[in-house]
């Protein structure tokens, strides 16, 4: 199962797998997401906000009632916006933190017991923003900072049940997320109405 999976990151990770042969479970917010992935070989597409926790619910009542089993969650799903720290609301660190932690431990709670069953493991993608922040980066690093505190507590808690948990940091990736964020590096200047996701 990858969450976040319509672009970027979550979309080459469920690529990769489909291409390799297992079933992924790829999750999105929107229609046409959706439907681009569900059109995907060996890819069923699921409605997923990982802040409602009646979806994430139902999509792990999904993902049981199909009998393949679930032997991977890859927690992707994430936002970013850039600002001062002097600047930046409480809201939106804590719409951050609601996506980009909360959003990992609702799913994993979710997909532990199929998790436990197979033996599988959890991969939650952090970022290297998650060792070092910097100025207009502070909001986002909290978040990524906290992700790492979270997978490595999880690691030790599921160490005995037989479930790896694991942290990827990705450093400099090609993807969209400078322009999802509006920011502009040569002017370091951003568009806080536009978001990562």
Do not use: C
């Amino acid at each position: 199962l990858v969450t976040g999976a319509s672009s970027g990151i979550g979309l080459n990770i469920t690529e990769h797998l489909a291409d390799a042969g297992y079933h992924v479970y790829a999750t999105a917010r929107k229609d046409a997401d959706l439907q681009r992935l569900d059109a995907m070989e060996n890819v069923t597409a699921i409605r997923l906000d990982v802040t409602v926790q009646s979806q994430v619910d139902a999509a792990a009542e999904l993902v049981a009632s199909e009998g393949r089993g679930l032997w991977g969650v890859v927690n992707n799903a994430g936002v970013a916006r850039i600002g001062r720290m002097s600047e930046v609301s409480a809201d939106d660190i804590a719409w951050i933190h609601d996506i980009n932690v909360l959003g990992p431990h609702r799913v994993n709670l979710a997909f532990l017991p199929m998790l436990k069953e197979s033996g599988g493991r959890t991969v939650t993608i952090s970022s290297i923003n998650g060792f070092v922040s910097g100025a207009r980066a502070g909001a986002y690093s909290m978040s990524k900072f906290a992700v790492e505190s979270y997978t490595e507590a999880l690691a030790d808690d599921l160490a005995e049940e037989g479930v790896s948990v694991g942290v990827v940091n990705p450093g400099a990736y090609k993807s969209k997320i400078r322009e999802k964020v509006g920011y502009d590096l040569v002017t370091g200047s951003q568009d806080t109405t536009q978001t990562l996701t």
